[in-house]
T-cell receptor
């Protein structure tokens, strides 16, 4: 089944403890992206990647890191999480490098930073 | 700055009626506009895309209009069903300065049986 898989589904952590949220897609998509969703603010882009080893900042990149060593994986790293990073996170991918039309989303990771 | 506005209030309609959701935007020239459906606790699911040179698009019970002069899109669900109850997100895409899709906050739709 074609899908974008995120793990974990739920995560509770404490301030300053490094964490990684994994994202994997099995559709051979070149474009991948991370979003956070907060009530009343909609989805905001954190980072995106046009292809392997190519990443770029979105609208809210502060406090986050990403890497794209393989085409299928695009992990999101929080080196020192803070409470304002408590949010619902979504990974998404798209079929072509030239457009992010028709984004395919994962099921989300609900992160709570205490 | 770029801004997308969707009905902030939830929309309640009776089964069988047509639901109409609005998406307005400012300070943006999108190449295309998308609509997604999001169920509680799930990721958004793509529904329709309409390009800047298109006025209307249909897919089964769904219809989208796109008016670049008014900077507005309308999303219609005809013969609505309780299963259509969800949050609907409007998204704008552009190829200017890289590929970016920006999202509205969504409108919650409730269809009563």
């Amino acid at each position: 089944e074609a899908q974008v898989t995120q793990n974990p589904r739920y995560l509770i952590t404490v301030t300053g403890k490094k964490l990684t949220v994994t994202c994997s897609q099995n559709m051979n998509h070149e474009y991948m992206s991370w979003y956070r969703q907060d009530p009343g603010l909609g989805l905001r882009q954190i980072y995106y990647s046009m292809n392997v080893e190519v990443t770029d900042k979105g609208d809210v990149p502060e406090g986050y890191k990403v890497s794209r060593k393989e085409k299928r994986n695009f992990p999101l790293i929080l080196e020192s999480p803070s409470p304002n990073q408590t949010s619902l996170y979504f990974c998404a991918s798209s079929p072509t490098r030239d457009s992010n039309e028709k984004l395919f989303f994962g099921s989300g990771t609900q992160l709570s930073v205490l | 700055s770029q801004k997308i506005e969707q009905n902030s209030e939830a929309l309640n309609i009776q089964e069988g009626k047509t639901a109409t959701l609005t998406c307005n935007y400012t300070n943006y020239s999108p190449a295309y506009l998308q609509w997604y459906r999001q169920d509680p606790g799930r990721g958004p699911v793509f529904l329709l895309l309409i390009r800047e040179n298109e006025k209307e698009k249909r897919k089964e019970r769904l219809k989208v209009t796109f008016d670049t002069t008014l900077k507005q899109s309308l999303f219609h669900i005809t013969a609505s069903q309780p299963a259509d109850s969800a949050t609907y997100l409007c998204a704008l895409g552009s190829w200017t300065g890289g590929f970016k899709t920006i999202f509205g906050a969504g409108t919650r739709l409730f269809v009563k049986a």
